[in-house]
């Protein structure tokens, strides 16, 4: 786990002036961030989060907001709500070298986008056998600016079930 961790438990949660629902963009099963085989990632050098095994093919939008980084290489989305969380959601670990084979994109970057927006489709078979990790990584960029992060841990459905709830 990351230096400055923000994670926190039911029984310690801190004070806070909101909480703020972060729903599961994709089906699958929630797993520690420190699970994810990235050196960045765990280190929470790319904020703090979870890691998914993914259960399904599509991504959504877990709420209302804006792309605002989404490569060619399909690898990854950033997406900013209307109240400022940053959200990166990275489509398997070095994904990025396959150059998009595997994914397709259903938005672009700049895109408004409401929650439950279809954003990726993504070939699950494929990506488990050209990658050495299928696992996606869901971290919140900004996480040094929240009072701690509660994540789930259980299986989800996209758009059903909670990921994680954010203390501001």
């Given at each position: 786990?990351?230096?400055?961790?923000k994670l926190v438990t039911?029984?310690?949660?801190p004070e806070?002036k909101?909480?703020?629902?972060?729903?599961?963009p994709?089906?699958?099963?929630i797993l520690p961030?420190?699970?994810?085989?990235c050196?960045?990632?765990?280190?929470r050098?790319?904020?703090?989060?979870?890691a998914?095994?993914p259960?399904g093919?599509?991504?959504f939008?877990?709420f209302d907001?804006?792309?605002e980084?989404?490569p060619?290489?399909?690898h990854?989305?950033r997406?900013?709500?209307k109240?400022?969380?940053k959200?990166?959601?990275?489509?398997?670990?070095?994904?990025?070298?396959?150059m998009?084979e595997?994914f397709r994109?259903?938005?672009?970057?700049?895109?408004?986008v409401?929650?439950?927006?279809?954003?990726?489709e993504?070939d699950l078979?494929?990506?488990k056998?050209?990658?050495?990790?299928?696992?996606?990584a869901?971290?919140?960029?900004?996480?040094?600016k929240?009072k701690g992060i509660?994540?789930?841990?259980q299986?989800v459905?996209?758009m059903?079930?909670?990921l994680m709830t954010?203390?501001?």
């Amino acid at each position: 786990m990351g230096l400055f961790s923000k994670l926190v438990t039911g029984e310690n949660i801190p004070e806070h002036k909101a909480a703020v629902p972060i729903i599961s963009p994709l089906n699958g099963k929630i797993l520690p961030l420190d699970q994810y085989p990235c050196p960045i990632f765990k280190e929470r050098l790319m904020g703090e989060g979870v890691a998914l095994e993914p259960a399904g093919y599509q991504v959504f939008s877990p709420f209302d907001g804006l792309v605002e980084f989404y490569p060619r290489t399909s690898h990854q989305i950033r997406l900013k709500s209307k109240q400022g969380v940053k959200l990166l959601i990275q489509f398997g670990f070095e994904s990025d070298r396959l150059m998009g084979e595997g994914f397709r994109l259903k938005t672009k970057e700049g895109a408004k986008v409401s929650r439950g927006d279809l954003l990726l489709e993504f070939d699950l078979p494929k990506l488990k056998q050209k990658l050495n990790s299928h696992l996606f990584a869901v971290t919140i960029l900004n996480s040094q600016k929240l009072k701690g992060i509660l994540p789930q841990r259980q299986q989800v459905m996209a758009m059903q079930d909670l990921l994680m709830t954010l203390y501001v």
